[in-house]
């Protein structure tokens, strides 16, 4: 993958709910120009996002092409919710809203990693997300069970009691039954055997958290293609920045083969796009587009059912899009300049072609034309007069008034760069 300068690589809050509606912090990190896959990456048991090993192999990653998504599960970080109440079937339910969330606001995540008990939880999710075509494990139990000998000297306490605190790198946790009772119930093996992925086994024979034998296990319950790559002279977590970025250039090397589904795509430098310009450059030598402001980024596609892989929005979605936009724009300036109470402003648009003689106010009466139906919904204490007003000026929106005057579309030939 074609490496991209840090001052080029962009970071973004990304928020989302888990299935208890607690919201959860994430980070994705990706390159200002277009990318070769999106990975969602699982951090280690009572850690965060923010850990070194996970901030600098989502950082090397981001700078091979992959945007790179990685969150704090819940109740840690800056995660909201009680880690007393989570357990490993909460973390494997946090990735799959994590998975979700990319497939809505960006793309599904097609490479999932995960560090330490993030391992074994991305491969008990893997199965789940149809999109992921490859998994990476560094220093990962083979079974969630295993994380019970960091609470041996709690473990009576916990089964007496309900719970204990614990203290774990540090830091004190509250550890209830259930998640003993959750982790001794999962069966990782099976999962592992029958998950359909790609697999990479990163371990380091040095790891005194989590025994180099875990990685056999593993590795021998998966199906092939499978790897294992030794991570000689690293610890556990990673503390060494040698490390972590020797962990990343061999996951970008190997994921390239998955990610690329055998085309030749690979991520390049962000092109120069000036004010007022708009720049579309296929991606996949397909359907798909990456579509360039000045400023931003945006990929468009056709539906699965017309050949495309539906990555975007199509090209009639955008079209839709700017006309809907610039009407909730133009309701909220005037609203604003009026003075009136409009709290929320949403707009539903719909594109059809419709038959010339169904339209009493066209010109055109034979063949068919387009027809956008576009409906309001104005929240707010607003008379009958104000919402009338507010109609009125949706048909003011500078989009609007666009498409309905004579445009003049010139089109020549560039020379190829």
């Known amino acids: 993958m074609n490496q991209v300068a840090a001052s080029e690589i962009q970071k973004e809050r990304f928020e989302f709910d888990n299935d208890a509606g607690e919201r ?28 070194a090993a996970a901030s600098r192999i989502a950082r090397a990653l981001a700078a091979n092409g992959l945007a790179v998504l990685r969150f704090d599960f819940t109740g840690l970080g800056h995660s909201e919710g009680e880690f007393a109440n989570s357990n490993f079937s909460s ?27 993030g391992g074994a939880a991305v491969l008990a999710v893997a199965a789940d997300i149809a999109e992921t075509r490859a998994v990476v494990t560094i220093g990962a139990p083979s079974d969630p069970s295993h994380v019970a000998h960091l609470l041996k000297d709690k473990h009576a306490q916990i089964e007496a009691q309900g719970e204990a605190e614990v203290e774990l790198a540090g830091r004190t946790f509250t550890i209830k039954r ?42 021998l319950a998966a199906l092939h293609p499978k790897s294992f790559i030794s991570l000689d002279k690293a610890d556990h977590l990673l503390t060494k ?26 991520a390049s430098p962000r092109p120069r796009v000036a004010q007022n310009e708009v720049l579309v450059e296929e991606h996949d030598g397909k359907f798909a ?22 990555s ?41 072609k419709v038959h010339a003689q169904d339209c009493e106010h066209c010109e055109t009466r034979e063949g068919r034309i387009d027809r956008i139906e576009r409906s309001l919904a104005l929240a707010g204490d607003l008379s009958d007069e ?5 109609l009125r000026i949706a048909d003011r929106c500078p989009v609007h008034r666009t498409l309905r005057s004579e445009i003049d579309i010139q089109t020549q030939l560039d020379k190829p760069d």
């Open 24 to 51: 959860l912090a994430g980070l994705l990190e990706r390159p200002a120009g277009s990318i070769t896959g999106v990975a969602l990456f699982a951090h280690c048991f009572t850690c965060s996002k923010d850990i």
């Open 91 to 117: 973390n494997v339910a946090d990735l799959r809203c994590a998975a979700h969330t990319l497939r809505e606001r960006l793309e599904a995540p097609q490479l999932l990693v995960g560090h330490s008990l």
């Open 178 to 219: 259930q998640f003993l009772d959750d982790i001794e119930s999962q069966r990782l093996a099976e999962r592992i055997r029958t998950m359909g992925k790609a697999l990479l086994v990163m371990h380091s024979p040095l790891d005194e958290i989590v025994g180099i034998d875990n990685a056999s296990e593993i590795f």
């Open 241 to 266: 920045r040698a490390d972590s970025e020797y962990v990343a250039t061999v996951i970008g090397a190997w994921a390239r083969r998955y990610l690329l589904d055998g085309d030749s795509q690979a």
């Open 289 to 310: 587009q990456d579509v360039y402001t000045d400023k931003h980024t945006l990929r468009a596609d056709e539906p699965t059912d017309y050949g495309g892989k539906d």
């Open 312 to 352: 975007g929005p199509s090209p009639y979605d955008f079209l839709l899009s700017a006309l809907g936009t610039c009407t909730a724009m133009t309701l909220r300036m005037y609203a604003q300049r009026k003075k009136l109470n409009l709290t929320r402003v949403a707009v539903r648009l719909k594109h059809d």
């Open 386 to 390: 104000q919402r009338n007003d507010l």
